[in-house]
């Protein structure tokens, strides 16, 4: 068929239908949901106060466990900042992938819901140690 046969709600199969249905039963009936939600304000804060330690972070959005940090600088493009903030991320052990709209200026983070305030806490330290480096680097 076409694509938009592919696409279709029709087109899909009943286990595709059911997976999805106890995967939205599970996040419903578990405490995951509300502990994203309590995470999320601390979160944010931490994400905003990484714009008044680095002008180069220039936006902040997300909601819950996804959030985009925007770069640009006069002396380092937003797309080379992200490049490098990325790949120095993942020596540290953090995934982080570029976004951005085909831009490529943005980072985009996506914790697993189920990780702890502990490990979100030394992941965001070790992010904004990047963060540091990648810009005193200029």
Known sequence: GSINDKLSIDAANKADIS???KNIDILTSTPLLKEVK???PWIRDILHSLISSFPEVIDIRGTGMIWGISFNSDKMSGPEIAKRVCRQSL???LIV????DGKGDNIILKPPLITTQEELELGFQL?????GDVVSKK
Do not use: A, C, M, N
Request: glycine share 16%.
């Open 91 to 93: 020596d540290h052990g």
């Open 38 to 40: 309590k995470k999320e």
């Open 97 to 100: 992938r570029i976004g951005g």
């Open 19 to 21: 997976s999805s249905q």
């Open 127 to 131: 992010f904004e140690q990047v963060i």
